[in-house]
């Protein structure tokens, strides 16, 4: 037994790395892609709206603006969106957007630099990890708000724990079958422990001959003909 523990060993090691390593690298793949999708969305929902955005943000009209937030945030995968001047103030929001995010979390970032730009980072609200998306409205003159969205991480996270799971199943079975395939006495192990041992008599129970000859019993029934070796 132990001499099959030290024998597993190395291979048990070898597969928890490759497993270990296997399912960090699909979840940081499967992580970028969500961020690329949320990215991807939070523009063209900007995007199409802007024409409409920008007439009802140049005529003062706040519902008109909540309106148009509100379909943005009909997208499964939108928590609440909002619409923030440029000196930080929130201009409109819809009625799920959370009352802990401030517009200076969204206007900040994205009007850091000397031009605007669009902002992206993961955060946590409360105990929800979210996505939060930061992107400029710009009109003919230039712009004139910024528009944040909060994106649900929750089917990521989903995601990566059933890779989790897949990925520890494997390795136990693995683990399992290497275990299994090196406790078992190989064809050529069992023919030296044959040759350097007299053959034991057939009447004698099989376990307590193995003992006796200290060949494992796998050992034992081939070289008193009862088996064939594995090759």
């Known amino acids: 037994m ?35 999708d949320v990215q991807m969305r939070a523009e063209l929902a900007v995007r199409g709206a802007r024409r409409g955005l920008v007439s009802r943000w140049e005529r003062g009209d706040h519902k008109g ?14 928590l609440g969106v909002v619409a923030c001047s440029l000196d930080g103030a929130t201009f409109a929001h819809t009625a799920e957007f959370p009352r802990e995010l401030s517009c200076p979390r969204f206007t900040g970032p994205a009007l850091a630099a000397s031009e605007p730009r669009e902002w992206n980072q993961a955060a946590r609200i409360g105990d929800a990890r979210v996505y939060l998306s ?29 890779t989790r799971r897949a990925a520890i199943s494997l390795f136990l079975l693995l ?38 000859s200290g060949r494992p019993i796998g050992c034992e029934r081939c070289c008193t003909g009862t088996c064939a070796a594995r090759r």
Do not use: K
């Open 2 to 36: 132990t001499s099959t523990l030290r024998d597993s060993f190395p291979m048990l090691v070898g597969l928890a790395l490759l497993t270990a390593v296997g399912y960090l690298v699909i979840s940081a793949t499967g992580r970028s892609w969500f961020e690329h």
């Open 175 to 212: 683990g399992f079958a290497s275990a299994a395939r090196a406790s078992a006495p190989s064809s050529s192990r069992c023919s030296r422990m044959c040759a350097s041992s007299p053959r034991s008599s057939p009447a004698r129970p099989a376990p307590r001959r193995a003992a006796a």
């Open 134 to 162: 930061a992107i400029p409205l710009r009109a003919e003159a230039g712009p004139i708000g910024v528009i944040g969205l909060i994106h649900d991480m929750s089917y990521i996270e989903h995601r990566n724990a059933v």
């Open 65 to 78: 603006i909540g309106q148009l937030l509100e379909d943005i945030a009909r997208d499964e995968r939108i």
